[in-house]
């Protein structure tokens, strides 16, 4: 308990008392156990402490602490100088192999994906596990285990993940937590929602709204493409589905009043200059984490589970929700987070749609691509080839190596590879070979199935409906 609090802001802390405050509460309304209400009642005091001890005074329940450090000085992730940062939007890191997950883990909180908790998706799915989960691309989770816990009984949950739309083209990091997010959909038989968040890219970016929302379309297009059951998905844009659907209004409302704005400004680092769209947007991402935001698809019920893949950086708009749910009387969203997709450039940043040479993207052709990996992509090569031969590559700072853990399912070829370069038997160019040899069929792929998604396709998936699942 001490570890989990040590890394912890003060605002983090003090949110952490009044959450603990109400388990108290609750459990002296619901007679718990002796044992149980003192060891919750022991948490309680311990946090306060550790409040008292950053703060230098006592906790008051309404008064938060101020005066958060700026954003660009500190934001959720930021730690000493030179270490990592990481926030919804900026994703900084002076390591060439990336940012530094089990610190991660440690600064949000989160828990680690673990071999344990792989064989027991394995086990309640009767499926091989996803390589994303077998290599530790998703590496970090929060309630999967309540997750599980309730498919097992055969009670439902539901997925939610989403796409900020800023520009029309995607590339192929965008495609990560969708592929994965098919892969779950497959193996649990269960209902999805994809939030595209128009709106949020409208106030952050110099797009109009007619923009933004044709980027979610177009969007959208690139998702269906992913092979996505029509039957089972639900796509919605921000900007259509609030005018429409009173329930999903009604949660938005509902979790902005129980957020203050010092509460924002410390998870987000907004600042008062910052326009009030974007300080009230966050609600609007947390509100599909709660079934009846979707009255068409579960109707009036409110506490059916949410599990949300996404990447870590999209973290701290879920604790908020999760910080939220017991509050307005909703059950707390589960989470699986990716790693980042790096950049061709190298994994010291995440990736720019805005940069062409940043990434291979989904409207590359075959040759676009080959030019772009042998040029663009950031080797772990020695600068000659008998440097080579004799000392090997480094596959933990290789690009071409890092894009092979996320696309080349064979694992035996992949050791292979890994062993082969590190130890200078196989080239780079070698390598760069096997990487394109696996991008071009894939995004050619993608792209004849995006040709087969008319925008007849696209409405019926956007199109507020009645999903089919299991749990009925």
């Known amino acids: 308990m001490a570890d989990e609090q040590a890394g912890a802001s003060p605002l983090e802390l003090f949110n952490s008392i009044a959450a ?42 309404d008064c938060p602490p101020n005066n958060p450090a700026p954003a660009g000085e500190r934001g959720p992730a930021a730690t000493e100088a030179e270490e990592d940062f990481v926030d919804p939007w900026t994703v900084q890191t002076s390591s ?17 994906i673990d071999k344990e908790l792989i064989n027991r998706i394995e086990r309640a799915t ?10 530790g691309i998703f590496f970090s989770h929060r309630d999967m285990n309540q997750v599980l816990d309730a498919y097992e009984n055969k009670k439902p949950f539901y997925l939610y993940t989403g796409r900020g739309p800023s520009s029309e083209a995607m590339h192929v990091g965008h495609l990560i937590p969708f592929i994965f997010t098919k892969w779950l959909q497959d193996v649990f038989n ?5 939030q595209m968040t128009d709106d949020e890219k409208y106030l952050w970016k110099d797009l109009t709204l ?26 919605f844009s921000d900007l259509d589905y609030m005018g429409m659907s009173p329930g999903f209004y009604r949660n938005v409302v509902k979790i902005q009043k129980h957020v203050t704005f010092n509460q924002v400004k410390g998870i987000f680092g907004f600042t008062d200059s910052d326009s009030i769209g974007k300080i009230s947007f966050p609600a609007i991402q947390a509100a599909p984490s709660f079934s009846n935001s979707f009255p068409q698809i579960f109707g009036d019920k409110t506490d059916v589970q949410c599990l949300i893949p996404c990447a870590i950086d999209q973290d701290p708009y879920f604790r908020m929700t999760r910080d939220v749910a017991p509050r307005i009387g909703y059950p707390k969203p589960a989470l699986l987070h990716s790693t980042f997709f790096p950049a061709l450039q190298g994994a010291q940043t995440k990736m720019s749609a805005s940069d062409p040479n940043s990434s291979i993207f989904l409207i590359d052709t075959a040759k676009q691509i080959k030019n772009k990996v042998n040029k663009h992509a950031f080797s772990g090569g020695r600068d000659t080839v008998e440097e080579h031969r004799q000392f090997g590559g480094n596959c933990d700072v290789d690009v071409s190596f890092m894009y092979l853990t996320f696309f080349l399912e064979d694992d035996d070829k992949l050791e292979q590879i890994r062993k082969d370069y590190t130890s200078g038997a196989m080239l780079t160019g070698e390598l760069k070979k096997e990487l394109v040899d696996v991008l071009q069929p894939l995004i050619a792929e993608h ?17 507020p409906r009645k999903l089919f699942y299991d749990f009925q």
């Open 20 to 61: 603990q405050g109400e388990r108290v509460r609750a459990l002296k309304a619901g007679q718990a156990a002796k044992d149980e209400l003192d060891s919750a009642v022991q948490k309680l005091l311990s946090l306060k402490m550790s409040y008292k001890a950053a703060m230098g005074e006592d906790y008051k329940p």
């Open 190 to 194: 269960v209902p999805l929602v994809i």
């Open 126 to 135: 009767g499926q091989r596990p996803h390589r994303f989960l077998r290599r």
């Open 447 to 463: 792209q004849a199935r995006r040709k087969e998604v008319t925008d007849e396709i696209v409405k019926e998936f956007m199109t």
């Open 96 to 112: 060439a192999k990336g940012v530094d997950y089990d610190k991660l883990i440690v600064r949000f909180g989160s828990s680690k």
């Open 210 to 235: 007619d923009q933004a929302h044709g980027y979610a379309v177009e969007n959208a297009k690139d998702i269906i493409a992913c092979g996505f059951d029509i039957n089972k998905t639900f796509i």
